[in-house]
């Protein structure tokens, strides 16, 4: 009996643990975009996605007007390219990245941190590697869930709620 009552709490340790490892059961379950540019440029998004949930974005649910937004949940959202590619216009080497952003209203500006393999909210702008300022608009639909998409053309997009902001790689 002692010894049952010794192992059981290991037990119930062991698979709780184990459930907070499966990351799909998060209220923010982790997501992929991948896509190859008409160049051949490999480009792929590494995030999690939070929802909505009848909240406000940018009220009462980040982005907040002004602050430093992780760009996602949890873990920081990774954006790698396989080739030296240019964002709006500037250079931006090969690499992985973590993916951070300002909403300023109709303008965000998009951060590409050298410190990727990290949890989302530590943030340090003398890791930046790129910013750039693009405008935010509408949705063409409702995402409850924040989804990028990448096109053939370079556009990367980022929906969530009614909002829309998209950035182009060269």
Known sequence: MKKLLFILPIALIAVTACGQA????????P???????????????????PGV???????????????VWRTGAN?????????????????LPAGKYSLYSINNGDDWTIIFNKKWNQWGTVYS??????????????????????????????KVSLMWGDKMVAFQVE
């Open 53 to 67: 949930k009848g909240r406000t974005i940018g009220k009462d649910l980040d982005p907040l007007p002004g602050k």
């Open 75 to 91: 873990e920081a959202t990774v954006f790698e390219v396989n080739k030296d590619v240019k964002i709006e216009g500037k250079p």
């Open 22 to 29: 499966d990351k799909t059961k998060r209220p923010s379950p």
């Open 125 to 154: 702008q003398a890791e930046d590697a790129l910013r750039v300022n693009v405008k935010g608009g509408k949705s063409p639909k409702f995402a409850e869930r924040m989804t990028f998409e990448i096109s053939k053309d370079g």
């Open 31 to 49: 997501a992929k975009a991948e896509g190859a540019t008409s160049s051949g440029t490999m480009i792929a998004i590494d995030y999690s996605q």
